[in-house]
C-alpha cells in the first residue's frame, strides 16, 4: 500500500520538525515537504498534490479560511486539516466554511494525531469536540442534508438578509449563479422560497 503524502505548513519550525518527526513513524503517512507561510504552502502544494495538507490556523502573510480557498483551488483533490492551539478562534469555523476537512488541536498526543488524519484520509470530516463544539455538528447536519458547501454558503449569507447582488459580491460568483445555488439548495431543503429554506436550515441545526 503506497503511504498518503502530507504536507505540513506552519511558521514555527519546531512544530514542523516536530510533525515531520511524529508522521514519519507511521508507515502509512509520508511527509512530502513543509511551508512557513501560505504563499509558499500554496505554491507548493500546487506542485507537489500531497494527499493531505496540515495547515496553522495563523499564518504571518495569509488568513487560514484564504489559504484554505487557494489550495482547494489549486489542489481539488487534496484533504486540509487545520491545526491550532487555539481551539476557541473564529477563524476556525471561518477555516471549516471555506473547505477545511477538519481541525485539531496542537496539544494532540502523536497517536491521536495519526489516527485521526487517517479518518479524512478516508473521507470523513473531523472536528476535535474541544474546538467550537456546534462546528462539527453542523458539519454532520450538512452532511445529512445533501447541500454542498457552495450551496450553504449561498444560503447563509441570504440568512444574513444579504440579496443575490450582495451575495454575488461577497462570494465572487455571477448573479445567475448564486440564484442556481439558492434553488438547489430550496429544492434540497423541500422549501419553497428562501424565507422557508432558511427556516427549514435552522431547524436542521446548519445556520
Known sequence: MTPASVFVVDDHPVVRDGVTL????????TVVGSAESGRLAI????????????????LPDMLAPEVVTELRRVHPDGKIVVFTAHGDHQGVLAALESGAHG????????????????RVLRGER???????????????????????????????????????????ESTGLARNTVKTYLQSALH????????EAIGKASEAGLL
Open 103 to 118: 481541525c485539531l488541536l496542537k496539544d494532540a498526543a502523536g497517536a491521536q494525531l495519526v489516527t485521526e488524519l487517517r
Open 43 to 58: 505554491e507548493r502544494v500546487a506542485s507537489l498534490a500531497p494527499d493531505l495538507i496540515l495547515l496553522d490556523l495563523r
Open 188 to 195: 434540497k431543503l423541500g422549501a419553497r422560497n428562501r424565507v
Open 22 to 29: 511524529l508522521l514519519r513513524s507511521d508507515p502509512c503517512l
Open 126 to 168: 473531523v472536528v476535535d469536540p474541544r474546538i467550537l463544539p456546534d462546528a462539527g455538528q453542523r458539519s454532520d447536519a450538512l452532511a445529512r442534508s445533501g447541500l454542498t458547501r457552495r450551496e450553504y454558503e449561498v444560503l447563509r449569507l441570504a440568512a444574513q438578509g444579504q440579496t443575490n447582488p450582495e451575495i454575488a
